[in-house]
């Protein structure tokens, strides 16, 4: 079994930034990939970022290039979501992601390729 805390969401002004945290305990040991998803009222849960815990490769969604950074502290089990110049269409909860399956998967851009998540944090950005 894995879990998954997630902790840094909160209310920011358009402009602004947040850092948002994953903590994985349990078996970690087979974890692959983690990702960052977030789903607003009346939409279906949304890619926003991957990272692939082996290589480190990382993959983003279009509409957070260049202002969402995902990274990774190997020692800690954490992963975390840097999140600039944030726009009110990024309100959403966000969900912290680990596939521990090993899925031959290079991006892990969908939901069903994770089988852990975390509770969710409430990101509001306000204009």
């Known amino acids: 079994q894995v879990q998954l805390v997630e902790t840094g969401g909160g209310l920011v002004q358009a402009g602004g930034s947040l850092r948002l945290s994953c903590a994985a305990s349990g078996r970690t040991r087979s974890i692959s990939a983690r990702g960052w998803f977030r789903q607003a009222p009346g939409k279906e849960r949304e890619f926003v970022a991957a990272?692939?815990?082996?290589?480190?490769?990382?993959y983003y969604a279009d509409s957070v290039k260049g202002r969402f950074t995902i990274s990774r502290d190997n020692t800690k089990n954490t992963v975390y979501l840097q999140m600039n110049s944030l726009k009110p269409e990024d309100t959403a909860v966000y969900y912290c992601?680990?596939?521990?399956?090993?899925?031959?998967?290079?991006?892990?851009?969908?939901?069903?390729?994770?089988?852990?998540w975390g509770q969710g944090a409430q990101v509001t950005v306000s204009s």
């Open positions: 992601a680990a596939d521990s399956r090993r899925l031959s998967v290079v991006k892990h851009v969908e939901p069903d390729e994770y089988d852990y």
């Open positions: 990272i692939n815990w082996s290589g480190g490769s990382t």
